[in-house]
């Protein structure tokens, strides 16, 4: 698993440095670090976006939706610390870490993956509470929610902090190109053992059962809920329909968390207490691969199940979109609207039929065009036709003022035709 070699360093001497190589097949390899690169930028954007959802409905916030924050906050430590030196080890056939770097990496991912796991658990307690004993789950408050989730990450640091304590052991993983706790460690060490059954009972049996029987109850409680309903109303009504997305997002996060975790710890308790020799590496590879995935699909289980969440950003959504095109149709009208030569040919001609006492010609073609296109630069010169009408000037003393003749009463307009 690991191989000790020396590197030649400067003035000839050399030290003994540790590389991991990869123990599965170079085809292998890319295929994993593939993943691992598809699964991080969907991650960021999912997450990222979740976040931006959350924070441009931050005054409307519920109480138990920071739980959903957090676990964003969660994965996205996850694929921020993992994936990048996760997949170009995959890419290259060999950890590009050394050890200090090794137990760094695997502290961040039981640290962020407890975390989600642990955060997944609470969000399933509190939302059977709301939906099954709402007399104690309507005075669900923020400060509750903040007191939970400060016992989240105690709980996940508590975990993470073992190994480095004594209790448990970090190491690479059977493949070689990634880090995580030493599942060969029980075979050699008792304090290793017991480490490694407090983390499958209460990080994994613990919270899948509560997540299991939390939502189970929350269907039965929704089933009976909607029976009593739809005897005095249509089941075509909003608490039906609220109904159904409780059981498609209970449905949704129970099967997201078994997919995720139960490969990975399977195959780590086989290889911790039945027979290691039996497990290829590439089962490890792929239960990995199977853990870093919830990162993937948290975001997308709520931001598609719930209402709230969905409607924000399909309303943000919008905005930008005409936002967008409004820049782009007004970048289009200014440049539309520079004037052409023909259009300043037009001016001129316009300019030329001046009189010589300053004051232009209300009936001409060309200055019509050139009031046009003074009022709208963007017309191109092309104005609508209208009927032009015919002016008066009439002198009254030292002053004159000019008319439109069809203004003028019928004695004035005979005194001028």
């Given amino acids: 698993m690991r191989n000790w070699k020396c590197s030649v360093v400067s003035q000839g001497d050399s030290v003994p440095t540790s590389s991991f ?49 957090n ?78 989730i400060g016992g989240v990450w105690c709980y996940s640091l508590f975990f993470a902090i073992g190994p480095l304590t004594g209790w448990g052991r970090y190491g690479s993983e059977p493949y070689g190109t990634a880090c995580c706790i030493d599942w060969y460690a029980p075979n050699h060490s008792k304090a290793a053992m017991s480490y490694i059954v407090c983390l499958f009972v209460f990080c994994y049996i613990v919270p899948c059962g509560i997540i299991i029987f939390s939502y189970v109850f929350i269907l039965l409680t929704v089933k009976s809920s909607r029976q009593a309903v739809q005897q005095h109303m249509s089941p075509q009504n909003k608490i039906t329909n609220a109904h159904t997305l409780i059981i498609k997002l209970s449905v949704a996060v129970c099967i997201g968390f078994l997919t995720a975790w139960s490969p990975y710890a399977f195959v780590a308790m086989w290889a911790a ?22 990162t993937l699909y948290n975001p997308i289980i709520y931001l598609v199940f719930k209402p709230n969440f969905r409607k924000s950003l399909c309303r943000d959504w919008l905005t930008c979109r005409q936002t967008l095109c409004a820049c782009v149709c007004k970048h289009a009208t200014t440049r539309k609207g520079s004037f052409t030569p023909s259009s300043q040919h037009r001016r001129e001609e316009c ?67």
């Fill in 71 to 148: 676990l964003s906050v969660s994965d996205l430590g996850m694929t921020i610390s993992l994936f990048p030196l996760a997949s170009s080890s995959a890419f290259a056939h060999r950890w590009l870490g050394n050890d200090i770097i090794c137990i760094i990496y695997a502290f961040c991912g039981v640290l962020f993956g407890l975390a989600s796991l642990t955060n997944l658990t609470v969000l399933s307690s509190v939302c059977w509470l709301k939906v099954c004993v709402p007399n104690f789950g309507n005075k669900f408050s923020f400060c509750h929610a903040y007191l939970l």
């Fill in 351 to 417: 300019n030329s039929t001046r009189l010589s006492n300053g004051l232009p010609e209300n009936h001409g073609g060309a200055c019509r065009q050139c009031q046009c296109l003074e009022r709208d630069p963007g017309s191109g010169g092309h104005c609508p036709e209208t009927t032009p009408q015919r002016t008066a000037r009439i002198l009254q003393g030292s002053t004159h003022r000019e008319m439109v003749v069809s203004q003028l009463s019928n004695e004035m307009q005979s005194d001028f035709l």
């Fill in 21 to 69: 190589l990869s123990t599965i097949s170079k085809e292998h390899d890319i295929l994993i670090g593939t993943t691992y690169v598809t699964f991080g930028i969907l991650s960021l954007v999912g997450n990222g976006i979740l976040l931006f959802v959350a924070y441009r409905k931050k005054t409307s916030l519920k109480p138990a939706e920071v739980f959903v924050i």
């Fill in 273 to 294: 207490f039945i027979n290691k020799t039996e497990l290829p590496p590439f089962a490890f590879a792929v239960a990995a691969i199977f853990a870093k995935s919830s």
